[in-house]
């Protein structure tokens, strides 16, 4: 037989003593502390809060309470068998979630623990919100990505057209660099001959200025001063006279030496027929002395003077000095005459061996030389200065043939020389 309607709803005592053995209610998921230690609210499933039903007026605080009562006890076991469904996969963590405090009863269950009928909660759907929020998150979504716009397609010609661009300015830039190397290579052609011209000249310019610098060295350096003087050639002379008479320039630069000093210095000594100095560096002074050689013997009011072939006196002593012709002149004449410089030519070009034989020369005129030989048997017609070297050959050969016999030697004609016997 059919049952009469409500037959089996439970009762409100029932309803209350099932929502009194309710488990703990469900866990929330809380999402991470902030940083300023405030606690963050839960988040909520966009799935609950779309499936969240609207707040009737029959759950309002203000509605009837046989209305709440109804309510609450048609949506406790909706709740009850969602909290179980919720917290079935997480049984894992239930004993973790057993050791927090229990939350504070509903005011529904303070309700059905008086005998009253149970309170529904503030909000409508409350239970059902909770249980979604229990859920774990739904991992976020990439969001799909648009498509790409279809690439356009390259315009060949547009192409082209560039490339021939690129290359007439690549030709361009070629071409300047071919014009301003072949510039380049005339400049150099043409400038050649002055690059020489100019690579000669700054040779030749460091040449002299070393050069230069080498001369002011030697003139202005004490390290080429002198130092030391030798005289060389002397026979008659002292040579530490001389060297005495010119040693006020030493520790002189070589190169600044007077040499008219020295000259002056020189002329003192009538021996002294001429000279010369040469510089040895470091700090040497050479001079070479060339004496006067008496050719013959004056005979003077106040006694004999040595004179050379220009007629100058070597020296002067009051007894005749031997080995010396005595050079007779006339009266109208003296050492500047011409007889006298003849009969000094024909002294000279006799060997030094033959002139000591002699032992007087006398001449009236240049071309009138006659000799007499120690002894005064033997005389010399010479004749004239000319090929006086030829002419002492010969009388040298007459004396050995004829033996030295007195007599005349006449070889005032080389090539037909006679002797007289006398």
Known sequence: MKRPEGFDRPTGAEQSERVAREPRPPRFRLSPSRRDGAAEKPAPDARSASSRPPASPASSPDGPASTRGSSSAASAPRAASASR???????????????????????????ASTGAAPRRPDRGGDATARAAASEPAAKP?????????????????????????????????????????????????????????????????????????????????????????????????????????????????????????????????????????????????????????????????DGFELVDPAGVTVEKSDARPQGVPLIQLAASDD????????????????????????????????????LTLIGGTQKVVWGGSDDSARKAQVLQALLGVNGGAPGIYDVSAPGSAVFRAG
């Open 85 to 111: 469904a919720a917290s079935a996969p997480r049984a894992a963590s239930d004993s973790a979630a057993a050791r927090r405090p229990a939350a504070p009863a509903s005011p529904s269950g303070a309700a």
């Open 335 to 370: 050492a500047k005459s011409s007889a006298f410089r003849s009969m000094a030519d024909v002294l000279l070009a006799m060997p030094e061996a033959q002139r000591a034989q002699v032992d007087s020369i006398t001449a009236r005129t240049r071309d009138d030389v006659t």
């Open 141 to 301: 979504t990439r969001a799909a990505r648009a498509p790409r716009p279809p690439r356009p397609e390259p315009d060949r010609e547009a192409a082209r057209v560039a490339e021939r661009e690129r290359d007439a300015k690549a030709e361009v830039r070629a071409a300047a660099r071919a014009r301003r190397r072949e510039e380049k290579r005339e400049i150099r052609r043409f400038t050649r001959r002055a690059r020489h011209r100019r690579i000669v000249l700054i040779s030749a310019s460091s040449v002299v200025l070393a050069m230069i610098a080498i001369v002011v060295a030697a003139v202005f350096s004490p390290l080429l001063a002198l130092k030391t003087i030798t005289v060389d050639g002397t026979s008659r002379l002292d040579a530490a006279q001389l060297r005495d008479a010119v040693d006020g320039q030493m520790d002189t630069p070589l190169a600044l030496l007077d040499t008219a000093r020295i000259e002056k210095q020189l002329s003192g000594f009538s021996l002294i027929r001429s000279y010369s100095t040469t510089i040895v560096p470091p700090h040497t002074l050479q001079i070479h002395i060339v004496e006067r050689v008496p050719v013959g013997v004056l005979q003077t009011a």
